[in-house]
């Protein structure tokens, strides 16, 4: 592979830049190497991070390897060079022996229960009590994250279905335990109000979507210092979801009005402190490689570009314990002409993703 020379504005983390950096044998240096190599200007960034991805996942459920092969490709040709996937049917194992394909951490399977989650997307458990001892199997499965639907439409409650929770307070407390005495982090998808206080309780480290949160749950949510991953490609879905749940209509008003307040709720989240992650929720009914989009609407719901930037890649990596510009550390960046810093739709454009040392 060739010996790269990034030169221009190479961006360390929040408070640190540089002028240069090298790429020598798949690795990062700030020493100049002997050696002749091959110049790319531009911003530097730490490779973009997809905190809640779904690889292996359309919307009729897991996908043959070759597909999800290609939206690895999508999410890797648009920056993402680190995914978190928030829970897949697929195994997905096979990702980390290709070196051309994003640096993979895996959720497993989601936890729920039956007719308590989209078919054949979820590992429906018999009963709740079995969800500790299935938190313990993903947690030995994946790659230290497991993945929890906290709350979901009841439809056995008739015309007054709407979003109740899955499991009891004991259960979920001793399952998040379970989850960490393995040394592994838990993560749940969250719509509902009634699921947050349960779930901050127990410990939880990261909620997903948490459009139910009220003014209360936000700040205790910023007070525990728990991430939450705001979605809102997603979550402008809503008003559609509802429609088509116009026959349980307390469902539907609820589904409708998180999804109009959505930006507010977002700002709300960043100005409390919490940490608002970004994740495209790819997989499903939204396609791969729109970390851009993503980050666009972050913007827009009023997030100023410099911190959805950050949140999209050096302090996520971070906090997913992954390195990001850094003496020996593998060359994953991305290059643009533009910074993304100012204009967030500079993310639209790489000028060079290079992952492991090896521009793709």
Same mark, same amino acid.
Request: proline content about 6%; aromatic content about 4%.
């Given at each position: ?16 830049? &540089? ?13 100049? +190497?002997? @050696? ?15 905190? $809640?991805?779904?690889? /292996? ?11 999800? #092969?290609?939206? @690895? ?6 920056? &993402?060079?680190?995914? *978190?996937? @928030? ?5 997905? =194992? ?15 399977? $989601? ?14 458990? %018999? ?7 299935? &938190? ?5 499965? /994946? ?6 639907? %906290? ?6 409650? /008739? ?19 379970? =989850? ?21 309780? @127990? ?5 997903? $979507? ?16 728990? +991430? ?10 809503? !008003? ?11 469902? =539907? ?12 709720? &977002? *700002?709300?989240? $960043?100005?409390?402190?919490? !940490? ?7 997989? /499903? ?25 950050? =949140? ?5 990596? *971070? ?7 850094? #003496? ?23 000028? %060079? ?6 521009? *793709?």
């Amino acid at each position: 592979m060739p010996d790269l020379h990034l030169r221009g504005t190479v961006v360390l983390d929040d408070e640190r830049e &540089v002028g240069e950096v090298w790429v020598v044998g798949g690795r990062l240096t700030f020493t100049r +190497p002997s @050696a002749p190599t091959t110049t790319i200007e531009g911003v530097v960034l730490p490779g973009l991070v997809d905190v $809640h991805c779904h690889i /292996g996942l359309a919307a009729d459920g897991p996908v043959p390897d070759e597909v999800a #092969e290609q939206q @690895a490709l999508a999410d890797r040709d648009s920056g &993402v060079l680190l995914v *978190r996937d @928030a829970g897949s049917p697929a195994d997905t =194992a096979w990702v980390h022996e290709r070196d051309d394909l994003p640096r993979l951490i895996r959720s497993g399977r $989601h936890l729920a229960l039956p007719k308590r989650y989209l078919r054949h997307y979820g590992r429906e458990l %018999a009963s709740p009590s079995e969800l500790p001892t299935a &938190v313990r199997e993903e947690a030995a499965r /994946g790659d230290g994250w497991v993945k929890l639907v %906290a709350d979901w439409i009841d439809r056995s409650l /008739g015309a007054d279905a709407d979003l109740t929770p899955l499991w009891p307070r004991a259960v979920l407390a001793d399952a998040i335990a379970a =989850a960490h005495d393995a040394g592994a982090r838990v993560t749940a998808h969250t719509f509902a109000t009634e699921s947050l206080d349960d779930l901050l309780d @127990a410990g939880i480290d990261c909620l997903e $979507h948490a459009t139910g949160a009220s003014p209360d749950h936000i700040d205790r949510i910023a007070a525990a210092g728990v +991430p939450v991953t705001a979605t809102l490609l997603q979550v402008a879905q809503f !008003p559609a979801i509802a429609a088509q749940g116009a026959r349980f209509p307390r469902f =539907a008003a609820r589904m409708a009005a998180m999804g109009e307040r959505r930006y507010e709720h &977002v *700002r709300n989240l $960043h100005e409390a402190g919490v !940490p608002v992650l970004v994740g495209t929720d790819a997989g /499903g009914t939204i396609g791969h490689g729109r970390i851009a989009d993503e980050a666009r609407e972050m913007v827009r719901a009023g997030i100023p570009a410099r911190e959805v930037v950050a =949140a999209a890649s050096w302090r996520t990596r *971070r906090w997913l314990g992954v390195p990001s510009i850094e #003496e020996g550390a593998s060359a994953d960046v991305v290059v643009y002409a533009e910074d993304p810093r100012v204009e967030i739709d500079a993310l639209r454009s790489p000028k %060079a993703v290079i992952l492991r040392g090896v521009r *793709r």
